[in-house]
Structures are given as structure tokens and as C-alpha cells.
């Protein structure tokens, strides 16, 4: 079984900063793309940030300039860097990691930790 735990979350000011980490443990042969998402009450789960094995990344535009994804793979691990928090950012925040099983890649998902940012 793989495991990705989330770490990093909490409460800050607007303006602020906050450091997610996801570690991946189990049986995994690889990983390939792994990603953070987030969900607001009310809205519908998106893509933050993604980076692939090889280090190229994504952002979603409300996020570029803001947030770096990164990752560690000999720790198995990705980390997403959030500066300048805007109360919109308000979100639960979920990993996301493309993981080799053996001959077969699988989807799996952490448990999810809260970032809350007042004004």
C-alpha cells in the first residue's frame, strides 16, 4: 500500500507564509507527476500546482509568483512554498501523487490539511 501524508497547514494573517510537505511511503517503484489541489467549501476541487519526475512544474494563474512546488524525490516528497496568503487561498489542500505499483501506475491522494488565511 502507498501512503502520502500531508503536513504544514494552519492559520495565517494575509501576507503571510505557509510551507505544505507530502511524503509518499509504501511500495513504490516510481513517481511520476505529483500535485497539490485544493477545495473551498462550496466550490469544486482544483489543481494548484504540479510537478512532473523531471522537475517541470505548472500553476494555476491565481497562484503564479505566489506559491513554488517542489519536490525531493529521494525523500519521496513534494513541498508547495506559499507567500503573500490572500483570504481566498481559504481552502482544505490535498496531494496528489502518479505512482508506479509495480507495472501499474495509480492515482492516490493524502488526507488533506487546512489552510486558513484571515484578512
Known amino acids: 500500500q502507498v501512503q502520502l501524508v500531508e503536513s504544514g497547514g494552519g492559520l495565517v494573517q494575509a501576507g503571510g507564509s505557509l510551507r505544505l510537505s507530502c511524503a509518499a511511503s509504501?511500495?513504490?517503484?516510481?513517481?511520476?507527476?505529483m500535485g497539490w489541489y485544493r477545495q473551498a467549501p462550496g466550490k469544486q476541487r482544483e489543481l494548484v500546482a504540479a510537478?512532473?519526475?523531471?522537475?517541470?512544474?505548472n500553476y494555476a494563474d491565481s497562484v503564479k509568483a505566489r506559491f513554488t512546488i517542489s519536490r525531493d524525490n529521494a525523500k519521496n516528497t513534494v513541498y508547495l512554498q506559499m507567500n503573500s496568503l490572500k483570504p481566498e487561498d481559504t481552502a482544505v489542500y490535498y496531494c496528489?501523487?502518479?505512482?508506479?505499483?509495480?507495472?501499474?501506475?495509480?492515482?492516490?491522494w493524502g488526507q488533506g490539511t487546512q489552510v486558513t488565511v484571515s484578512s
Open positions: 510537478i512532473t519526475s523531471d522537475g517541470s512544474t
Open positions: 509504501g511500495i513504490i517503484f516510481k513517481i511520476n507527476a
Open positions: 496528489n501523487a502518479n505512482i508506479r505499483v509495480f507495472t501499474t501506475n495509480y492515482d492516490y
